[in-house]
């Protein structure tokens, strides 16, 4: 069982946008923390595709995007790819835990 | 360019210590004003979940879930930092990572490829 609630998984198809939350509480996203979103690719170690709630690192494309309100996040993607098919993870805060929590990961089919 | 290597057995008994090593490269894991060196694993076919980390001054917070049995310590003149976790069971079977933190609430810039680790007998 996560600290932050994510959808298991969700598809699109190519061109299309799809959106992946990430729910958690007043001790996480709630109490102000940030919010961070990993793309990790089948064998791979995540990779970080938003920081800071919003903030893209060099070299990730425009066609993704975060958002935070309250005690939720959101990614968009929009423009599907079929190599956007990957598992995606939101990661914040907690001060209960003094310490990071990750949701349980969302599988994005491409359709 | 930071980068950061596991290292370690693939395969440890049930009950016995499971050990792990990250060699940092491209950085001192001592930079002033620095980094958080931090242990995540993936269950197999599962989410990600923090084990801990370790400031560049050396001081440790762990994952409560964990705490009885991990400890991350530094080695500044290998510039590499450590996992141990003991009494391993099954249920610590999985991909060991070792990463980058700027600061506690944020983002993991860097990571290494990870180390799948198997307890069985």
């Known amino acids: 069982q996560s600290v932050l609630t994510q959808p298991p998984s969700v598809s699109g198809a190519p061109g299309q946008r799809v959106t992946i939350s990430c729910t958690g509480s007043?001790?996480?996203?709630?109490?102000?923390?940030?919010v961070h979103w990993y793309q990790q690719l089948p064998g791979t170690a995540p990779k970080v595709l938003i920081y800071?709630?919003?903030n893209r690192p060099s070299g990730v494309p425009d066609r993704f995007s975060g958002s935070k309100s309250g005690t939720s996040a959101s990614l968009a993607i929009t423009g599907l790819q079929a190599e956007d098919e990957a598992d995606y993870y939101c990661q914040s805060y907690d001060r209960s835990l003094s310490g990071s929590v990750f949701g349980g990961g969302t599988k994005l089919t491409v359709l | 360019q930071v980068q950061l290597q596991e290292s370690g057995p693939g395969l440890v008994k049930p009950s016995q210590t499971l050990s792990l090593t990250c060699a940092v490269s491209?950085?001192?894991?001592?930079?002033?004003?620095?980094?958080?060196w931090t242990w995540i694993r993936q269950h197999p076919g599962k989410g990600l979940e923090w084990i801990g980390y370790?400031?560049?001054?050396?001081?440790?917070y762990y994952n409560p879930s964990l705490k009885s049995r991990v400890t991350i310590s530094l080695d500044t003149s290998k510039n590499q930092f450590s996992l141990t976790l003991n009494s391993v069971n099954a249920a610590d079977t999985a991909m060991y990572y070792c990463?980058?933190?700027?600061?506690?609430?944020?983002?993991?810039?860097?990571w290494g490829q990870g180390t799948l680790v198997t307890v069985s007998s």
């Open positions: 990463a980058r933190v700027g600061s506690y609430w944020g983002a993991y810039d860097f």
């Open positions: 491209g950085g001192s894991i001592t930079t002033s004003g620095g980094y958080f």
């Open positions: 800071g709630n919003s």
């Open positions: 007043s001790s996480n996203i709630g109490a102000g923390y940030d």
């Open positions: 370790i400031y560049y001054s050396g001081s440790t």
